[in-house]
């Protein structure tokens, strides 16, 4: 009995001891490390509107009109961005000397669709009103002041140059009109056409107007009458012609105004041509 207690105990010893050897060499279960949660930044919304400056009508301007910053103005508008939006007029360098094609109305934004630019070929057409012409006039050098002081719907005014003169002969004295003068002391300006628009000024680069300014001097293309022209155009071929920015704040449609009605109507004549003369023979070379 004894020696069944002691197997009895002997194998619990057994039984304990191996027991505890797996207890001891089975590693404890590792717990999986929990990765840190990184909490992703909110999201920025893109904006979807926009403020730019545009170009407003200060006032109702009429067809056929040659901007000034006397008729525009600039205010600030929302617009959505990446949307097709008209082309609205963001900088005076746009606008300025920039001829009207349509009606535009008081405190209507002006769009890039509304108006023509210097360069363009419906800016002539616009520009002119009805029975003037264009008339080119070359820029002597000293005269280039002119193209960086002025644009495109400015005025202008034109002056003879003149002086008296007497000349001697055969015991005959006889003053007369000449242009220019040589004598200082008599100089004189005479204002002939005044407050005409300027149209735009040829810097003589353009390659389309060579056939016609085969000189390459510099223009300036102004808007005359008929009768302007007539004066002006007769009065270049014997005469000293001077151009000065205008005294004028507005266009003025009878440029000849300041002349007398005998000074207007020169050079034209109801004589006949050739009166007293016979011509029995023409011949070529």
């Not at 002119?128 to 002041?145: R, V």
């Amino acid at each position: 009995m004894k020696d069944k207690k002691l197997i009895v105990l002997y194998l619990a010893m057994i039984v304990v001891g191996l027991a505890l050897l797996f207890t001891k060499s089975a590693p404890p279960p590792v717990e999986p490390k929990a990765e840190p949660i990184v909490a992703e930044p909110p999201k920025k919304e893109e904006p979807k509107t926009e403020i730019i400056n545009v170009a407003v009508a200060k006032r109702d301007i009429s067809k056929k009109t040659i901007l000034t910053k006397d008729d525009y103005y600039f205010k600030s508008i929302e617009v959505a961005i990446n949307r097709e939006r008209p082309n609205y007029i963001t900088e005076p360098a746009k606008l300025d000397a920039y001829v009207v094609k349509n009606h535009i109305a008081k405190d209507t934004v002006i769009e890039e669709s509304l108006i023509a630019s210097p360069n363009s070929e419906d800016y002539v057409l616009l520009a002119l009103k009805e029975g003037n012409y264009m008339f080119p006039f070359n820029l002597d050098p000293i005269d280039s002041y002119l193209m960086k002081n002025l644009k495109s719907g400015d005025l202008i005014d034109l002056y003879v140059f003149y002086g008296d003169e007497t000349e001697k002969g055969a015991n005959i004295k006889e003053d007369k009109l000449v242009s220019p003068s040589r004598d200082f002391v008599k100089n004189r300006l005479k204002p002939i056409i005044v407050g005409k628009k300027v149209l735009y000024f040829d810097r003589g680069e353009d390659e389309l107007d060579k056939n016609y300014n085969k000189n390459n001097v510099a223009q300036v293309q102004l808007e005359l009458s008929n009768r302007e022209i007539k004066l002006l155009r007769t009065l270049m071929t014997n005469s000293t012609i001077i151009m000065y920015p205008s005294t004028f704040k507005k266009n003025v449609e009878d440029g000849l105004r300041l002349l007398s009605d005998k000074e207007k109507n020169w050079p034209l004549s109801e004589k006949d041509i050739f009166s007293g003369t016979r011509i029995n023979l023409l011949k070529g070379n």
